[in-house]
């Protein structure tokens, strides 16, 4: 059981806006910033958001991101075949003193 | 450009000890602004943190409530990595092991080891 709650799974068509949601509590979202992390199947995640919603340099702005309280989510616009991958939220947990993670979310592209 | 280089054995028995390293490149280990990270991601567990060392004027390590007691992780000035050391290993163990560094975002990742715990 992941400390962070994220769907398991989402889908959209070509074209369509998704959106990934991340609820944690008051040690970790509510105290702290949110990263998200992208992965494809046999590599390391690479991280995709970081300090709530930054993107680092060669992620495209189709990927944004957002924090309200002890929530997080992260939105796809304009999806695209190559978004099909796992994506996780992560934060640091001020009680657990330690990294805390989503159980991820798998993103179909249909 | 930070590269994190993983290695050690893919198969250790039951009850013994998983030993892995992490070489870093375009870093310090010693480096007073990073830490040094290492996570495991397993069907059962998910995305499941270990722990951490860091230096702050002197040595620090962090370790999961899940692992501890089993768990060590070490630096390695000389060689410029770190290590870790799992104790008493069950087939839960079974896992992709990655080392990271932190702190803040976990930015760097190692390729990931996957080691399998059996007789």
């Known amino acids: 059981q992941s400390v962070l709650t994220q769907p398991p799974s989402a889908s959209g068509t070509p074209g369509q806006r998704v959106t990934i949601s991340c609820s944690g509590g008051?040690?970790?979202?509510?105290?702290?910033?949110v990263n998200w992390h992208q992965q494809f199947p046999g590599t390391a995640p690479k991280v995709l958001i970081y300090n709530n919603n930054q993107r680092p340099s060669g992620v495209p702005d189709r990927f944004s991101a957002s924090k309200s309280g002890t929530s997080a989510s992260l939105a796809i616009s304009g999806l695209q075949s190559e978004d099909e991958a796992d994506y996780y939220c992560?934060?640091?947990?001020?009680?657990?003193?330690?990294?805390?993670f989503g159980g991820g979310t798998k993103l179909t592209v249909l | 450009q930070v590269q994190l280089q993983q290695s050690g054995p893919g198969l250790v028995k039951p009850s013994q000890t998983l030993s892995l390293t992490c070489a870093i490149s375009g870093d310090s280990v010693s480096s007073n602004s990073a830490a040094w990270n290492w996570i495991r991601q397993s069907p059962s567990r998910g995305l499941e943190w270990l722990g951490r060392t860091y230096y702050r004027s002197k040595w620090y390590q962090a370790y999961a409530v899940s692992v501890r007691g089993r768990i060590t992780i070490n630096p390695d000035t000389s060689k410029n990595q770190f290590s870790l050391q799992l104790n008493s290993v069950t087939p839960e163990d079974t896992a992709v092991y990655y080392c990271a560094r932190g702190p803040g975002v976990l930015k760097y990742w190692g390729q990931g080891t996957l080691v399998t715990v059996s007789s």
């Open positions: 992560a934060a640091w947990d001020g009680s657990l003193n330690g990294w805390v």
């Open positions: 008051s040690s970790n979202i509510g105290s702290d910033v």
